[in-house]
């Protein structure tokens, strides 16, 4: 079946679990500062239902989005997952709304995993995700505890969030790094190098806050004339973009709106011509 999300192409994460590109981001199906119940929780899970129905197959979350809810919310609308690749991750500790510690040591990522499985109501997580490196934890110890965890079939991919190419380069001595998630949109390249690394070593490459387009966002700008060519967002644009750039990237837009849901997933049937790639590639840095 053809599906607006099926236009953005696919890639192959790990080598075995092949995904349309354009995927899910369920941090904006919880509370307020990624804290607590939705407003509706109904329409939280009918946001992740439709979005599999518009062909996601790739969604992505977190224990500590709630914390847990996300997870919780995803199993309630979808589960069983068929072939929905449900992503997680784990390595941050939240006391209140936008307030994000990280944790690396060993038991309590065991916990982060094993409560995760359970909330998914899986066997296996088929991607787990390092929130972050914790600075006060060897990433020996961190990422050992993640390799028994992964030799145990409790994880079958494992990811890193936030990390540098040196990061990711250090922490493939210690296991099999399939999937990267850094900040990264049309407005923001910092991790440009981080980029470049995922292609050329295979590496999925996540950006997340992906509808962020930074001072381009504002009437006549070289996006907004774009954008009104198109009859598209700015947001659509700034998709359609990120998945031009590069055949690793996985944009994972979040929303807690199915309106604003369906736009996003649209952005797959925006085509750049080479011309408007280049200007927006070039107004962006």
């Not at 094993?114 to 060897?138: F, N, Y």
């Not at 145990?152 to 790094?177: N, Q, Y």
């Not at 944009?251 to 408007?276: M, R």
Request: aromatic share 6%; with cysteine.
């Amino acid at each position: 079946m053809t599906t607006p999300v099926s236009n953005s192409g696919t890639f192959t994460i790990g080598g075995d679990l092949t995904v349309n590109r354009l995927g899910f981001g369920a941090m904006r199906i919880v509370g307020k500062g990624v804290w607590g119940e939705p407003a509706d929780r109904e329409t939280a899970r009918q946001v992740v239902r439709r979005a599999v129905e518009l062909g996601v197959d790739f969604i992505d979350t977190a224990d500590s989005y709630g914390p847990y809810i996300s997870e919780d919310i995803i199993r309630e609308a979808i589960h069983p997952y068929g072939d929905v690749l449900v992503a997680t991750k784990g390595g941050l500790t939240r006391s209140g709304p936008d307030v994000w510690e990280q944790v690396g040591r060993p038991e309590y990522l065991r916990q982060c995993v094993e409560m995760s499985l359970r909330r998914l109501g899986v066997e296996q997580i088929g991607l787990w995700q390092l929130h972050r490196i914790d600075a006060q934890t060897p990433v020996e110890d961190t990422l050992g505890a993640i390799k028994e965890l992964q030799d145990a079939g409790k994880i079958k991919h494992v990811g890193l969030s936030e990390v540098t190419v040196e990061e990711i380069e250090a922490a493939r001595k210690l296991v099999d790094v399939v999937s990267v998630q850094n900040l990264y949109n049309l407005g923001n390249r910092k991790s440009e190098d981080v980029l470049a690394y995922c292609e050329k070593e295979g590496i999925g490459f996540i950006p997340w806050f992906p509808l962020d387009a930074g001072n381009l966002a504002k009437e006549g700008s070289v996006l907004d004339d774009i954008a009104k060519d198109h009859d598209a967002t700015h947001g659509q644009l700034a998709l359609a973009w990120l998945l031009r750039r590069s055949p690793v990237m996985l944009p994972i837009p979040g929303t807690g709106s199915v309106a604003h849901l369906e736009e996003n997933c649209a952005a797959a049937e925006v085509t750049l011509t080479d011309a408007e790639y280049d200007a927006l590639t070039a107004a962006g840095k």
